[in-house]
């Protein structure tokens, strides 16, 4: 496997080596040197062993016969002794012994001026260069490739050629070359017939448009090499096609599908016994297992490869197998395991590689800087760093140096950590690698404000930012738009240290709003962008300043509370018409294990709930910093509040603060963030009093086995209850949502079972359909659509919960209802009871028939169900929140219900024999008059 920018995929090189010639002992061909029968059947021989017996038989079969070719000076078949045995030591991964073998045999060929035998002994040569981490000499043999197909005319070579070149492109970081130089090896395969180098060719292009964000163009490429692959029976590149697509799937969210796809790339490749091209997918099996948090599955799978490369005689694949191992156990918390597995593979010198040699001495130096081993993880990392693989892998020495400025910080060198940054920073720089200048950038500037040294710090960060800034418009899809914002957590946390201190000489207000504004462009401009939906570019992505907001979003009376969690600290800003005040939060950790308490209490219904929780995460949130001057005013402004809005993050999404708020008459409503507040009163909130369109949906299976019978029954309410409401009970196999369209209604509500990812959390989804056959809303497909509803309730479990970005909110189901712009929604924080759930929509939907606002009508439903003794515990009513703009009414019209016409309709009479009666009294008088 490679690793280049951050992915994972099959690279299938040798593979590409083997389809074409596996040894180069196959009969001659017109252009190549002759041998004697017997010359030629050793050769043959040759072969069949490498095939059957493995490298030492191939070594056994050459010993026997080059002695007496040398003596003879027969340079033919003293070449092509030697190549075969070169090629054999390439092809079973000992790369050092072949590599004289090798250069012997070339400098043989073209003495003989056997052009053929040349052009094969350069490939393998490239291949033995590469696996040693010798870049530079394996471009050398491409490039000597390449020039050896075009002045001989041979497009055959020269795609070969080509290809190569590419991929160390790829591996340099220069996506853009080389998918020109993959794109022109394809039509120089086509003119050879090399269907292979084709297909492999439009593999590579898909690779680099996957790296430089075009993603549609890579799964376009990826899909033609699958298709082509299959029709020509060429199994290999079909399953490295179907394993990059599923890495692509991976990387949009959806991970189910992308463990199918690597499944199904390792049968593509055992069904032709293949247990050797079957291991990398089986590895991707690993790793996605891992980033999806099942560590346990993930080491199964590891353990199950190691035995089968055992088996096979596979020793070479067993050092990347114990550092993948090693990595999931530190992501297991056993460091100790780590370690050993780290060794264990390192022992392994007669097979260890040096990309594995690197990367195993890395999870090493992390293992033992877990258990405050600083010194003799720092000599690890650095034993990294100077290897000669990653002096020639500029992706690999960037991974290095970040391992070791990580210790050094850990161990509070940070001047030492900030020059390790730094120099990996200008390397990457200059490759033009964006992910990793941003990465590295932002942590020169942390490393150098932890040293104290501030005005140096500062210039690091501000080119971080504008990194961050133009690269955001690169990419399409959303999804990638995430990651890349998620990996500036750490420049916006050093950022926001860095303005609270500097300059000295400004006013601490004045420090304090710039501190405001700049986190804004953190928790905004995501968000902003994914309401426009993949592919469109905000006109203006300006995030809302503070001023703007106290001038034009909030309102009398109302408080806005704007939260970031950061590594070492936090921060909350309240934010009135005319005040701001700045309470500073302990780092993650310790916001965490202040939550996690509150949690608990929540989490056991049977239990009686503890003030005192209250008390203890208040107590667990809050510090003081000596740049920030104390809020001591912050209880009265809150207590004061006739309104709340806050925009929480990272832990604090799961605090419900109903449980502070509700009580006093004050309902908090969430917001993403400050500027998507003020753009939805930006928008004017105009009411439309036409009767509203709802569409109810209800989801049958309660992702268990069983059903959802209190969901169906809600809908059914809603339906007899409401004018308007077409209500879906989706069991059938048929049309989805029972052929409605959600962007036709002005209500949405959807009672159903939820499945939330918490490591792609665009994959989080509403489970409708028949229990045996659920269908999946997921919540990246409504995000990218666009809604005019006015209100989403979501009356499902965690609905309102999944992974979070820090700094840019929870990320999941509601979000994708607020991306597709819908301005509030309902939804739940923890799982919810089936019964309970049904009474909360009942209450909450007659609430807002009264003419309540969304923000009113669920407090006062919240109120309702505490009052009630079997729901008056906070698991029953405080997970209920409405993010967005709560201020809103619906006109929710009642429905005539049989016994309700049937009042009307005798009233009706009633009223028509009154006023029949009168005619008839009004016509008497007349009649009287006129007599």
Same mark, same amino acid.
């Given at each position: 496997?490679?690793?280049?920018?951050?992915?994972?995929?099959?690279?299938?090189?040798?593979?590409?080596?083997?389809?074409?010639?596996?040894?180069?002992?196959?009969? !001659?061909?017109?252009?190549?040197a002759?041998?004697?029968?017997?010359?030629?059947?050793?050769?043959?021989?040759?072969?069949?062993?490498?095939?059957?017996?493995?490298?030492?038989?191939?070594?056994?079969?050459?010993?026997?016969?080059?002695?007496?070719?040398?003596?003879?000076?027969?340079?033919?078949?003293?070449?092509?002794?030697?190549?075969?045995?070169?090629?054999?030591?390439?092809?079973?991964?000992?790369?050092?012994?072949?590599?004289?073998?090798?250069?012997?045999?070339?400098?043989l060929?073209?003495?003989?001026?056997?052009?053929?035998?040349?052009?094969?002994?350069?490939?393998?040569?490239?291949?033995? %260069?590469?696996?040693?981490?010798?870049?530079?000499?394996?471009?050398?043999?491409?490039?000597?490739?390449?020039?050896?197909?075009?002045?001989?005319?041979?497009?055959?070579?020269?795609?070969?050629?080509?290809?190569?070149?590419?991929?160390?492109?790829?591996?340099?970081?220069?996506?853009?070359?080389?998918?020109?130089? %993959?794109?022109?090896?394809?039509?120089?395969?086509?003119?050879?017939?090399?269907?292979f180098?084709?297909?492999?060719?439009?593999n590579?292009?898909?690779?680099?448009?996957?790296?430089?964000?075009?993603?549609?163009?890579?799964?376009?490429?990826?899909?033609?090499?699958?298709?082509?692959?299959?029709?020509?029976?060429?199994?290999?590149?079909?399953?490295?096609? !179907?394993?990059?697509?599923?890495?692509?799937?991976?990387?949009?969210?959806?991970?189910?599908?992308?463990?199918?796809?690597?499944?199904?790339?390792?049968?593509?490749?055992?069904?032709?016994?293949?247990?050797?091209?079957?291991?990398?997918?089986?590895?991707?099996?690993?790793?996605?297992?891992?980033?999806?948090?099942?560590?346990?599955?993930?080491?199964?799978?590891?353990?199950?490869?190691?035995?089968?490369?055992t088996?096979?005689?596979?020793?070479?694949?067993?050092?990347?197998?114990l550092?993948?191992?090693?990595?999931?156990?530190?992501?297991?918390?056993?460091?100790?395991?780590?370690?050993?597995?780290?060794?264990?593979?390192?022992?392994?010198?007669?097979?260890?590689?040096?990309?594995?040699?690197?990367?195993?001495?890395?999870?090493?130096?992390?293992?033992?800087?877990?258990?405050?081993?600083?010194?003799?993880?720092?000599?690890?990392?650095?034993?990294a760093?100077?290897?000669?693989?990653?002096?020639?892998?500029?992706?690999?020495?960037?991974?290095?140096?970040?391992?070791?400025?990580?210790?050094?910080?850990?161990?509070?060198?940070?001047?030492?950590?900030?020059?390790?940054?730094?120099?990996?920073?200008?390397?990457?720089?200059?490759?033009?690698?964006?992910?990793?200048?941003?990465?590295?950038?932002?942590?020169?500037?942390?490393a150098?404000?932890?040293?104290?040294?501030?005005?140096?710090?500062?210039?690091?960060l501000?080119?971080?930012?504008?990194?961050?800034?133009?690269?955001?418009?690169?990419p399409?899809?959303?999804?990638?738009?995430?990651?890349?914002?998620g990996?500036?957590?750490r420049?916006?946390?050093?950022?926001?240290?860095?303005?609270?201190?500097?300059?000295?000489?400004?006013?601490?207000?004045?420090?304090?709003?710039?501190?405001?504004?700049?986190?804004?462009? %953190?928790?905004?401009?995501?968000?902003?962008?994914?309401?426009?939906?993949?592919?469109?570019?905000?006109?203006?992505?300006?995030?809302?300043?503070?001023?703007?907001?106290?001038?034009?979003?909030?309102?009398?009376?109302?408080?806005?509370?704007?939260?970031? !969690?950061?590594?070492?600290?936090?921060? !909350?800003?309240?934010?009135?018409?005319?005040?701001?005040?700045?309470?500073?939060?302990r780092?993650?950790?310790?916001?965490?294990?202040?939550?996690?308490?509150?949690?608990?209490?929540?989490?056991?219904?049977?239990?009686?709930?503890?003030?005192?929780?209250?008390?203890?995460?208040?107590?667990?949130?809050?510090?003081?910093?000596?740049?920030?001057?104390?809020?001591?005013?912050?209880?009265?402004?809150?207590?004061?509040?006739?309104?709340?809005?806050?925009?929480?993050?990272?832990?604090?999404?799961?605090?419900?603060?109903?449980?502070?708020?509700?009580?006093?008459?004050?309902?908090?409503?969430?917001?993403?963030?400050?500027?998507?507040?003020?753009?939805?009163?930006?928008?004017?909130?105009?009411?439309?009093?036409?009767?509203?369109?709802?569409?109810?949906?209800a989801?049958?299976?309660?992702?268990?086995?069983?059903?959802?019978?209190?969901?169906?029954?809600?809908?059914? @309410?809603?339906?007899?209850?409401?004018?308007?409401?077409?209500?879906?009970?989706?069991?059938?196999?048929?049309?989805?949502?029972?052929?409605?369209?959600?962007?036709?209604?002005?209500?949405?509500?959807?009672?159903?079972?939820?499945?939330?990812?918490?490591?792609?959390?665009w994959?989080?989804?509403?489970?409708?359909?028949?229990?045996?056959?659920?269908?999946?809303?997921l919540?990246?497909?409504?995000?990218?659509?666009?809604?005019?509803?006015?209100?989403?309730v979501?009356?499902?479990?965690?609905?309102?919960?999944?992974?979070?970005?820090?700094?840019?909110?929870?990320?999941?189901?509601?979000?994708?209802?607020?991306?597709?712009?819908?301005?509030?929604?309902?939804?739940?924080?923890?799982?919810?009871?089936?019964?309970?759930?049904?009474?909360?929509?009942?209450?909450?939907?007659?609430?807002?028939?009264?003419?309540?606002?969304a923000?009113?009508?669920?407090?006062?439903?919240?109120? @309702?169900?505490?009052?009630?003794?079997?729901?008056?515990?906070?698991?029953? @009513?405080?997970?209920?929140v409405?993010?967005?703009?709560?201020?809103?009414?619906?006109?929710?019209?009642?429905?005539?219900?049989?016994?309700?016409?049937?009042?009307?309709?005798?009233?009706?009479?009633?009223?028509?024999?009154?006023?029949?009666?009168?005619?008839?009294?009004?016509?008497?008088?007349?009649?009287?008059?006129?007599?």
């Open positions: 496997m490679r690793v280049v920018g951050g992915m994972t995929w099959r690279c299938g090189r040798l593979g590409l080596l083997a389809a074409a010639f596996v040894l180069l002992a196959g009969p !001659v061909t017109a252009d190549e002759v041998l004697t029968p017997p010359q030629q059947a050793i050769l043959d021989s040759l072969q069949t062993l490498n095939n059957t017996s493995g490298v030492d038989a191939v070594a056994a079969l050459v010993s026997e016969h080059l002695p007496g070719a040398r003596a003879d000076d027969d340079s033919a078949f003293v070449m092509r002794l030697v190549g075969a045995r070169g090629a054999a030591n390439t092809f079973h991964r000992r790369p050092i012994q072949a590599t004289g073998d090798l250069l012997e045999a070339i400098d060929a073209t003495t003989l001026g056997d052009s053929v035998s040349v052009a094969r002994l350069l490939l393998w040569l490239a291949r033995a %260069y590469e696996v040693q981490g010798r870049h530079d000499e394996s471009t050398d043999c491409y490039r000597r490739l390449t020039t050896l197909g075009r002045e001989s005319d041979t497009a055959f070579y020269e795609a070969r050629g080509l290809v190569g070149l590419a991929w160390d492109l790829c591996l340099g970081g220069d996506y853009a070359t080389a998918e020109s130089l %993959y794109a022109r090896a394809g039509t120089l395969a086509i003119t050879a017939g090399d269907s180098t084709v297909l492999w060719s439009r590579g292009q898909g690779i680099c448009y996957w790296n430089l964000g075009q993603l549609a163009r890579a799964d376009t490429a990826f899909a033609t090499a699958r298709r082509e692959g299959r029709r020509t029976g060429i199994s290999m590149v079909e399953a490295a096609a !179907v394993n990059n697509h599923a890495g692509l799937l991976e990387i949009l969210g959806r991970p189910g599908e992308a463990l199918e796809g690597y499944r199904q790339s390792r049968q593509l490749n055992l069904a032709s016994a293949d247990v050797r091209e079957a291991f990398p997918a089986g590895m991707n099996i690993a790793r996605c297992q891992q980033q999806l948090g099942q560590l346990d599955a993930s080491v199964s799978t590891i353990e199950s490869l190691i035995a089968e490369c088996e096979a005689g596979y020793r070479d694949l067993l050092p990347g197998s550092e993948h191992l090693a990595q999931v156990r530190l992501d297991q918390g056993r460091p100790a395991l780590a370690a050993r597995h780290a060794r264990a593979g390192l022992a392994m010198t007669d097979v260890l590689r040096p990309r594995s040699e690197l990367l195993l001495n890395l999870a090493l130096a992390g293992a033992l800087a877990s258990q405050d081993s600083f010194a003799a993880a720092l000599v690890v990392a650095e034993r760093t100077e290897s000669s693989f990653a002096r020639g892998d500029l992706h690999m020495r960037a991974e290095a140096a970040v391992t070791r400025g990580a210790i050094l910080t850990a161990s509070g060198e940070h001047a030492r950590a900030a020059d390790v940054f730094a120099e990996a920073a200008l390397d990457v720089e200059a490759a033009g690698l964006v992910y990793q200048q941003l990465s590295l950038k932002s942590r020169v500037g942390e150098l404000l932890l040293a104290g040294r501030s005005e140096a710090a500062r210039p690091w501000m080119d971080a930012l504008l990194v961050w800034e133009n690269t955001r418009t690169l399409d899809d959303p999804i990638w738009r995430e990651r890349r914002s990996s500036a957590q420049m916006f946390e050093a950022l926001a240290q860095l303005t609270l201190v500097y300059p000295e000489d400004d006013l601490p207000h004045e420090r304090m709003r710039r501190c405001f504004d700049l986190l804004q462009h %953190y928790k905004a401009r995501t968000l902003l962008e994914r309401t426009l939906g993949p592919g469109r570019e905000l006109a203006d992505p300006r995030p809302v300043t503070l001023r703007e907001l106290q001038r034009d979003a909030l309102r009398d009376g109302e408080v806005f509370l704007d939260c970031y !969690v950061g590594e070492r600290h936090g921060l !909350v800003f309240a934010v009135t018409r005319d005040t701001m005040l700045l309470q500073p939060l780092g993650r950790d310790a916001v965490v294990a202040a939550v996690d308490v509150l949690q608990g209490q929540m989490d056991h219904p049977d239990r009686p709930f503890s003030i005192t929780a209250l008390a203890s995460l208040a107590s667990g949130l809050t510090t003081r910093l000596e740049s920030v001057p104390t809020a001591d005013g912050l209880p009265d402004l809150l207590t004061g509040a006739s309104a709340l809005v806050w925009s929480p993050d990272d832990a604090l999404h799961r605090v419900p603060l109903a449980l502070f708020f509700d009580e006093i008459g004050v309902a908090p409503v969430r917001t993403p963030s400050a500027t998507f507040l003020a753009n939805l009163r930006r928008g004017g909130g105009s009411q439309n009093q036409d009767p509203l369109r709802t569409l109810a949906l989801g049958a299976s309660d992702g268990a086995g069983g059903t959802l019978d209190g969901a169906a029954r809600e809908v059914r @309410w809603l339906a007899r209850r409401y004018a308007g409401v077409d209500a879906v009970i989706d069991t059938a196999r048929g049309l989805p949502l029972g052929g409605h369209d959600l962007a036709d209604y002005d209500l949405l509500h959807v009672a159903a079972h939820t499945e939330v990812d918490a490591q792609r959390p994959s989080s989804a509403l489970i409708l359909g028949p229990v045996d056959e659920p269908r999946r809303m919540a990246g497909a409504v995000a990218e659509q666009n809604l005019k509803a006015r209100l989403a979501l009356t499902s479990c965690n609905s309102a919960s999944s992974a979070v970005l820090s700094g840019e909110g929870m990320l999941g189901l509601a979000s994708g209802f607020l991306s597709a712009g819908i301005p509030a929604v309902v939804a739940t924080l923890w799982p919810v009871d089936d019964r309970h759930a049904e009474q909360f929509s009942r209450r909450f939907y007659d609430e807002l028939s009264g003419g309540h606002t923000a009113e009508a669920l407090q006062r439903t919240r109120a @309702w169900l505490r009052s009630r003794p079997e729901t008056e515990h906070p698991y029953h @009513w405080a997970g209920y409405l993010v967005g703009e709560g201020t809103r009414s619906l006109p929710l019209v009642r429905q005539r219900t049989g016994f309700t016409i049937w009042i009307a309709m005798a009233g009706a009479v009633v009223a028509a024999v009154i006023g029949a009666v009168a005619r008839r009294r009004r016509q008497r008088i007349s009649v009287k008059a006129r007599v």
